[in-house]
Nanobody, 123 residues
Framework: QVQVVESGGGVVQAGGSLRLSCIVS????????MAWFRQAPGKNREFVAA????????AYADSVKGRFTISRDGANNTQYLDMNSLKLEDTGIYYC????????????????WGQGTQVTVSS
């Protein structure tokens, strides 16, 4: 059974940085396309970033491009989301997801999800 566990969320001031981590167990993550999504209160879950199975390609939402970086450590079945220059609108629950479509941007393309980690950006 696949388990996906996020960590690293917290409260940070606008302009600050956070690193989110996601550990996958129960399958080999080395060739497992993964992504980050987020959900703000009262809004739909939205795509943030995706990384290909071997980490060679990435994709980002326009709202985070240039500020966030997705990466993965296949040997440790872990992926990361480095978030810099955080803005108030980055607040939300961040979810790690795994699927079988490279660089997909839709929720429906992913079938393994974590419980999420809260990120709150304060002014």
């Amino acid at each position: 059974q696949v388990q996906v566990v996020e960590s690293g969320g917290g409260v940070v001031q606008a302009g600050g940085s956070l690193r989110l981590s996601c550990i996958v167990s129960g399958r080999t993550a080395e060739t497992y396309p993964m992504a980050w999504f987020r959900q703000a209160p009262g809004k739909n879950r939205e795509f943030v970033a995706a990384i290909s199975g071997r980490g060679q390609r990435t994709a980002y939402a326009d709202s985070v491009k240039g500020r966030f970086t997705i990466s993965r450590d296949g040997a440790n079945n872990t992926q990361y989301l480095d978030m810099n220059s955080l803005k108030l609108e980055d607040t939300g629950i961040y979810y790690c997801a795994g699927g079988n479509l490279q660089l997909a941007r839709t929720v429906g393309a992913y079938y393994d999800w974590g419980q999420g980690t809260q990120v709150t950006v304060s002014s």
